[in-house]
């Protein structure tokens, strides 16, 4: 035991010891030495009682009472008890600071930002952009099923995702018309969730005005490329042989020229859908098809495999998962020196679903490319892409395409040993086929 507190409890117990004493010598010059020592306990007893009373009574006390002056193991006791809780007052206002900061940082955000309890999915807290741009109210809407509070948002599929749930990019608002939304839910903690809402309309509004643009200008071009594409046939490189390597130069840019425009216009047709139709795409005839092409476009260069390991069929629009297709079995062969190997493979996934995988063993993909590989217009080398004629549209095609079909592409790839790019489809696409059916490409 410290020194000090020894002394103190010394001195505490020197002080009623020495009322017993006293009320014992009292006691004996009486001739009642035991009612004496009775007396004396209970004074004893009603001192400690007292000592404990006046502590309890200071620390539940909401006033700031000053610690007691003097000596012994109570007053002592009480100083130690007084100090903690000066410590956890110094705690506590710190940590009511911290939230308070936190706090007006969530309010001053332009961004909306909401506090949902993961369970039952209702708002437990908003900041005032919250209001703003999804029209709710404190105290109105708190405690209310978020689902509910933001109507009409279609969210209820979205949050029963949780922390798989892709961000909705482009929602309208529920409270401000002509405003445009994205969504993101982040999981936090084991029972709050965050759902940040950010006004995109004026990014929406740009990304708008260039696809509009590279429509309107792809469209435009298609014109004077014909009259070009006119005059170039109507040269006889027999008459002037000196021009032929020439005219044959200015042949092939124009066609390249052409198909780059073809390309832009693809997509921005495939930006402006939704959706697409519910026909059955007849995947054998599918398959045939991409066998046709991939043979006409290797010219016996390579050994081609083509593989239907699934006996089902897909719901979804042909003429757009043909071009899909296509454009991969288009890049197999211009990636992939004489004497590789290309197959396609149509099979089933562990998910339900199926994968339509096209496999080359062509020059092969940097790891360091491969997140940008389906931006339109990246090349990950320029030289090879334009010796092999490509436009560097094809796989953000590809990614337009399998984004309206709710699917998705796995791209694997190793330099000098190939690549691999599956397009894997949902269950919600597939169906049993049926052998009857006449496919579109039959």
């Not at 399998?402 to 597939?430: M, Y």
Request: net charge positive; hydrophobic share 40%; proline share 5%.
């Amino acid at each position: 035991m410290p020194p000090r507190i020894h002394a103190a409890w010394t001195r505490t117990l020197l002080q009623p010891g020495a009322v017993l004493a006293a009320a014992t010598i009292v006691g004996a010059l009486a001739g009642h030495v035991w009612t004496a020592l009775a007396i004396a306990a209970l004074g004893v007893v009603a001192w400690h009682y007292w000592k404990l009373y006046d502590l309890l009574r200071r620390l539940t006390s909401r006033s700031r009472v000053p610690p007691p002056q003097g000596d012994g193991v109570w007053q002592e006791t009480d100083r130690l008890l007084h100090r903690g809780q000066q410590d956890m007052r110094t705690r506590k206002r710190r940590l009511i600071a911290m939230l308070r900061a936190y706090r007006a940082v969530a309010a001053a955000l332009p961004d909306a930002v909401v506090v949902v309890e993961r369970n039952s999915q209702r708002v437990q807290w908003f900041n005032r952009a919250a209001t703003t741009l999804l029209g709710l109210q404190m105290p109105r809407d708190v405690g209310r099923p978020v689902g509910s509070a933001l109507q009409p948002l279609p969210l209820a599929h979205w949050l029963a995702q949780g922390r798989k749930a892709e961000p909705l990019l482009d929602v309208p608002s529920p409270f401000s018309s002509g405003t445009r939304l994205e969504l993101r839910l982040i999981p936090y903690s084991d029972d709050l969730w965050l759902l940040l809402v950010r006004d995109v309309t004026r990014l929406v509004r740009l990304e708008q005005m260039r696809r509009d643009f590279v429509a309107n200008v792809s469209h435009e071009l298609r014109t004077p490329l014909t009259v070009v594409h006119g005059y170039l046939d109507m040269l006889d490189p027999e008459e002037q042989p000196e021009w032929a390597p020439m005219l044959q130069e200015m042949q092939r840019q124009s066609q390249r020229m052409t198909q780059l425009v073809e390309d832009l216009l693809t997509l921005s047709r495939l930006e402006a859908q939704e959706s697409v139709g519910d026909e059955i795409v007849s995947m054998a005839s599918m398959l045939a098809s991409l066998r046709r092409e991939l043979e006409m476009l290797s010219q016996g260069r390579h050994t081609i495999e083509v593989e239907d390991a699934s006996d089902t069929d897909l719901v979804g629009s042909t003429r757009e998962l043909h071009s899909a297709f296509s454009n991969l079995v288009s890049n197999a062969v211009r990636y992939t020196p004489p004497g590789g190997r290309i197959a396609i493979r149509y099979a089933p996934t562990r998910e339900g679903g199926v994968s339509l995988a096209v496999d080359d063993s062509g020059y092969g993909i940097p790891a360091a490319h491969l997140p940008r590989i389906t931006e339109r217009f990246y090349r990950v080398s320029t030289s090879r892409s334009r010796e092999s004629g490509g436009t560097g549209l094809g796989l953000a095609i590809v990614k337009h395409v399998l984004h309206l079909h709710q699917a998705r592409l796995e791209i694997d790839s190793e330099v000098g040993r190939g690549s691999r790019f599956a397009c894997h489809f949902t269950a919600e696409r597939v169906r049993a086929r049926d052998t009857h059916a006449i496919g579109a490409f039959g």
